[in-house]
């Protein structure tokens, strides 16, 4: 008989491979402090002494010098002679003005409204309910409406991933015959800027928050597509705008549970034509052993949310049901995202 085998388990040393990840919590906020100092800004125009780099920024050298040699060692920084570091190619992803950047999600991944949640997973798998709640005392909408500052560093978290994301989707799926097209909670406007890019003739409409949708004009002006969009705002449990032909929306559905989603789909149905569409762009969890990036993004999704998950295609069918949508197929993309088309029924 064979030995059992989980895929991505390597069979040799098997110690070795846990003990890396159950030891992963210091690197993730390693790099969300590094981030948070602005250390890979400084290193952009190249090595620089520790030092230097502790003394502009009012560190301990000390300090510092022990953190970038714990990041050295897994490849972000290379460290030369006397204390002198450089970003590797991987560290410059953490550049804030690298166009793959992924600073703003290394700091939000490190912040109290996700670190500290996180310290409370245990309540959340015994109650089912989300720590953010417990540690905060309010959801974790609320506090960002309370907190604009809180708020701004998840708001640069999701532009941090959406560059490649916003590409992905936007490869992924053959958008002819949609003549105008809206994204749903769109946030900045960079999925939706990404997809007009591409087709020229597309009108667009991005809707969210007063308060964040006002930030999305800035990304249709650098765009130079600002002529073919509108922006309207208001909540999506109650109304859409009409006049649409397709409704997009990524990584919305899940933060919220099945009734929650179901009156956002039912808001998606009452705006659309009768040959409208909508496009949920999330992760669709694979069945059983199956590694994936939706397994794990689902815990964050239970201790943050207001009883948020990730879903499996099976589920998305369910999910569908009664909101006057028919799930018509699923479409990976190059990441971890997967397009589902839902059409009126």
């Not at 700091?107 to 309910?129: C, E, N, Q």
């Not at 709640?133 to 708020?151: C, G, I, L, Y």
């Not at 909508?278 to 939706?294: A, C, E, Q, S």
Request: hydrophobic residues 40%.
């Amino acid at each position: 008989m064979s030995k059992s085998r989980v895929k991505g388990v390597p069979t040799s040393r098997p110690y070795d491979f846990l003990f890396q990840m159950v030891i992963s919590k210091w690197i993730s906020q390693a790099i969300g402090t590094v981030v948070e100092i602005g250390v890979p800004d400084q290193l952009a125009k190249g090595a620089r002494q520790c030092r230097d780099l502790a003394r502009e920024s009012g560190l301990s050298e000390d300090g510092l010098y022990r953190l970038l040699r714990a990041l050295a060692s897994v490849g972000l920084f290379a460290e030369g002679t006397d204390r002198r570091f450089r970003l590797t190619n991987m560290g410059q992803l953490l550049r804030s003005d690298h166009p793959q950047s992924l600073a703003g999600y290394a700091r939000f991944t490190a912040h109290d409204i996700t670190w500290r949640p996180w310290g409370m997973l245990g309540y959340s798998v015994k109650t089912g309910m989300p720590a953010f709640d417990q540690v905060f005392n309010a959801s974790v909408f609320d506090h960002f409406s309370r907190n604009p500052e809180v708020a701004a560093i998840f708001d640069n978290a999701m532009t941090s991933i959406s560059a490649m994301e916003a590409r992905a989707t936007s490869e992924a799926y053959d958008f002819r015959g949609v003549e105008t097209l809206m994204d749903v909670a769109g946030g900045h406007g960079l999925l939706l800027a990404t997809v007009l890019r591409r087709h020229k003739r597309m009108r667009g409409v991005l809707f969210d928050l007063p308060h964040v949708a006002a930030n999305a004009a800035v990304t249709f002006t650098r765009s130079g597509i600002s002529g073919r969009v509108r922006i309207e705002s208001g909540d999506f449990f109650r109304e859409l705008p009409s006049g649409t032909d397709a409704i997009m929306m990524k990584h919305i559905l899940h933060d919220w549970d099945d009734e929650s989603a179901t009156r956002i789909l039912q808001s998606c149905h009452r705006a659309l034509g009768t040959r409208g569409k909508v496009l949920i762009v999330d992760p669709v969890v694979p069945p059983r052993n199956v590694p994936h990036y939706g397994k794990l993004l689902d815990l964050e999704m239970l201790v943050l949310t207001p009883r948020g998950r990730e879903r499996t295609k099976t589920e998305f069918v369910k999910l569908l049901e009664g909101t006057g949508f028919r799930l018509s197929r699923v479409i990976p993309t190059e990441g971890p995202l997967s397009i589902v088309e839902a059409v009126k029924v």
